[in-house]
């Protein structure tokens, strides 16, 4: 039992560096509860909120220059994995059911997800 939604806590969203940043957009975690429920399987986020530090430090592993208007800096974000079911799958499932209403990135082992409208739509590999 989540305290933010039957499955989601707050927990789950917060920077990784132990900042404390951790709101999370409501849309998002309609969205997210949305596809829990579809595929009645465990979402688990792997990265939502990050302050700048971590933000710059995320990208630096990756070996790429941070991207300043991130949806990750505005607690508009999420990357995601659901539990049995592969990243492709559950990007199709978003893009079919909420559309330019959420930007979807496709990468290898997760999805990104994020609650700017204006279906922005990119694969990270």
Request: charged letters at 25%; one cysteine or more.
């Amino acid at each position: 039992m989540g305290d933010l939604t039957n499955n989601f806590s707050r927990h789950e969203f917060a920077c990784e560096c132990g900042c404390g940043k951790g709101a999370v957009d409501y849309f998002l975690l309609t969205v997210l509860q949305d596809l829990r429920d579809h595929f009645n399987a465990e979402v688990t986020v792997s990265g939502g909120n990050r302050c700048w530090k971590h933000h710059i430090e995320v990208y630096k592993s990756l070996g790429k220059f941070p991207i300043k208007n991130s949806a990750h800096l505005i607690s508009m974000a999420a990357d995601i994995k659901v539990n049995g079911v592969s990243p492709r799958s559950v990007y199709k499932y978003l893009d079919k059911r909420w559309g330019d209403k959420v930007c979807l990135g496709l990468y290898y082992s997760f999805v990104h997800v994020d609650s700017r409208s204006f279906g922005y739509r990119w694969k990270g590999f």
